[in-house]
């Protein structure tokens, strides 16, 4: 089992910038990516961003392409952090943000639909954390 704790979140003004992180602890086979997904009332939870965590490769939406950077900081024994950098912030990032982790098969088997893989995870995903609230003025 993954635990996952998300932090950072906040009110901030447009054009402003907020890191998010996500700590992950527990199984250290439980996951090999780790990413975020948002989700405003009545719309569905979308895919942002993951990074796979064995060397780091990082994938995105194309909505958030330019102002949103994943990172991974830190893994020993089964403990991750990811962080969500968040740039030029606009009142539609708005939204509740939440971490997720899953097993899934290597990037290098699907090029670049392994984005559509994981995004299809908006759901179903093996772990989630309690979600941390963003609020952009």
């Known amino acids: 089992h993954v635990q996952l704790v998300e932090s950072g979140g906040g009110s901030v003004q447009a054009g402003g910038s907020l890191t998010l992180s996500c700590s992950a602890s527990?199984?250290?086979?439980?996951?090999?990516?780790i990413g975020w997904f948002r989700q405003t009332p009545g719309k569905e939870r979308e895919a942002i961003a993951a990074?796979?965590?064995?060397?780091?490769?990082?994938?995105?939406?194309d909505s958030v392409k330019g102002r949103f950077t994943i990172s991974q900081n830190g893994a020993d024994k089964g403990s991750h952090r990811v962080d969500l950098q968040i740039n030029s912030l606009k009142p539609e990032d708005t939204a509740m943000y939440y971490c997720?982790?899953?097993?899934?098969?290597?990037?290098?088997?699907?090029?670049?639909?392994?984005?559509?893989?994981?995004?299809?995870?908006?759901?179903?995903?093996?772990?989630w954390g309690q979600g941390t609230q963003v609020t952009v003025s």
């Open positions: 990074i796979w965590l064995e060397d780091g490769e990082t994938f995105y939406a």
């Open positions: 527990g199984d250290p086979y439980g996951a090999n990516c």
């Open positions: 997720a982790a899953d097993l899934l098969p290597h990037p290098v088997a699907y090029g670049s639909s392994w984005w559509q893989l994981w995004s299809a995870k908006k759901k179903s995903a093996r772990y």
